[in-house]
């Protein structure tokens, strides 16, 4: 803690803005207290800052998100934040995972972005990964729909993002939201977003990659290596998985859910998870299976949540897969899966980040007291993202909030050797 003075100063600096002691607090020290493969990394400093930036989460949710500290942050660059993860241990592999982003640099999806540029410079993510809705409200139109740029190539310049994004598709890119959708040859179409892959347009000589090489997004599932066995990552396409999207006049173009084939993708899923080596194997998805935001109706395992859990979490039991990222609620959370009192059970841990850009509030309160006591769930409603670090047999979670200028909420897994 000595060697970050600046840092603990910036934390108490936040006091002001605080609202007086909630729920909240008590609960992240129960965490600290309580930790059963979730840890709190760091020490007292950090301890203090996470306090500040939970106790400002809850006030986020009778207001619109802060973004004053942020701006004011712009010109000065943001210490690195060392202590408060496995950072300090120099990881062996380092990415951010952002959600529900593509909002045509809005307030809040250019906060997050400078947020994510400016953390860059710290963490060094090899690469980025989306949790889908890539670009608001219906998709792109054409290989040279001008959102592309002004979603993607024009926010995301820092230095430090131009890594490989890796993409999944969200309900909005395969056009929910719009009345029709297809309504003509060239309009919304998933596969103007795919660069790889079955429904790629490589084969006719382009694709969007050609606009900005970073893309990367294929449908169906697939899976990604990365630092020699470390890390597999197997990316899943879910809107296919509900019945909701069919019947629509958007489910029959080109690429849509209609010409999918969610057997295969399930199969091919299992396949990759089961062929999977890596020490840590984490999928990635649109939809979440356990959330307490609206589109799960508050509850874990009511509305889209009820589909997903029921399809996939037997699945993530059964390989073993460490932590499953979702985007679709428009916020920041985990909620920790593990099965207590049988150590040889699979310890699946779900997070929640789809808060790239709009935020949705007030579903924090409904997560029942004695979860958020145990440490089993917790939310944050403000714009931000999550940065994972990788290190041996720990694997880190670091949640950055755009209001806070030093706090974040970390979470970690050991994971022993497969
Ligand atoms: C979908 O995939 C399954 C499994 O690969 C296959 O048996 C089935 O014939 C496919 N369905 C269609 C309509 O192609
Ligand atoms: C949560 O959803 C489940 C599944 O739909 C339902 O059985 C349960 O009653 C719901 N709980 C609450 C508190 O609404």
């Known amino acids: 803690m000595a060697s970050s ?5 910036q934390s108490s600096e936040q006091q002001g803005l605080l609202q007086p002691p909630t729920h909240n607090q008590q609960s992240n020290a129960s965490r600290l207290r309580t930790a059963a493969g979730w840890i709190m990394v760091g020490g007292v400093c950090t301890l203090l800052g996470t306090l500040a930036a939970v106790a400002a989460a809850a006030h986020s949710t009778q207001n619109t998100p802060k973004t004053s500290t942020i701006k004011n942050t712009k010109s000065e660059p943001l210490a690195c934040p060392f202590q408060h993860s496995t950072m300090e ?76 994004w890796y993409a999944v598709l969200g309900n909005h890119d395969y056009a929910d939201g719009s009345k029709n959708g297809i309504l003509e040859e060239g309009e919304y179409s998933p596969r103007w977003q795919v660069t790889n892959g079955p429904g790629s347009l490589a ?26 066995g470390l890390l597999d990552i197997i990316f899943i396409d879910t809107t296919p998985l509900h019945d909701k999207y069919y019947g629509h006049e958007w489910t029959n173009a080109p690429g849509g859910v209609g010409s999918q084939n969610v057997t295969e ?48 979490q037997p699945i993530f039991e059964q390989y073993q897969v460490d932590v499953y990222f979702a985007g679709h609620d428009h916020n920041l959370q985990f909620i920790d899966k593990s099965q207590e009192g049988n150590p040889d059970a699979a310890n699946v841990y779900h997070v929640v980040s789809g808060a790239g850009s709009n935020v949705r509030t007030g579903a924090q309160d409904k997560i029942p007291a004695e979860l958020l006591a145990s440490g089993k769930a917790w939310m944050w409603e403000s714009p931000g993202f999550a940065a ?31």
């Open 203 to 228: 084969a006719e000589g382009t694709n969007i990659a050609s606009r900005d090489p970073r893309w990367n997004l294929r449908q169906g599932a697939w899976r990604m290596s990365f630092a020699s």
């Open 265 to 312: 993708q399930m199969e091919t899923m299992q396949a990759l998870l089961k062929t999977s080596t890596a020490h840590f194997k984490i999928v990635i998805g649109h939809h979440p299976c356990f959330s307490y935001g609206s589109h799960c109706n508050f509850n874990q395992t009511d509305g889209d949540c009820a589909t997903m859990s029921s399809l996939l």
């Open 388 to 418: 994972v670090s990788i290190k041996d047999n720990s694997l880190s979670v670091d949640f950055w909030d755009v209001t806070q200028r030093s706090s974040v909420q970390s979470v970690n897994k050991q994971t022993a050797r497969r």
């Open 89 to 164: 241990q120099h990881p062996d592999l380092t990415f951010f995972v952002v959600g529900d982003w593509g909002r045509e640099d809005n307030e809040y999806q250019r906060n997050v972005g400078e947020r994510m540029g400016m953390l860059a410079d710290c963490y060094h993510p090899s690469f980025v990964v989306t949790t889908g809705d890539n670009f608001y409200e219906h998709g792109l139109r054409s290989l040279d729909d001008p959102l592309f740029s002004k979603c993607f190539t024009d926010v995301y310049s820092a230095e430090g993002l131009q890594v490989p």
């Open 5 to 9: 003075p600046s840092l603990c100063a």
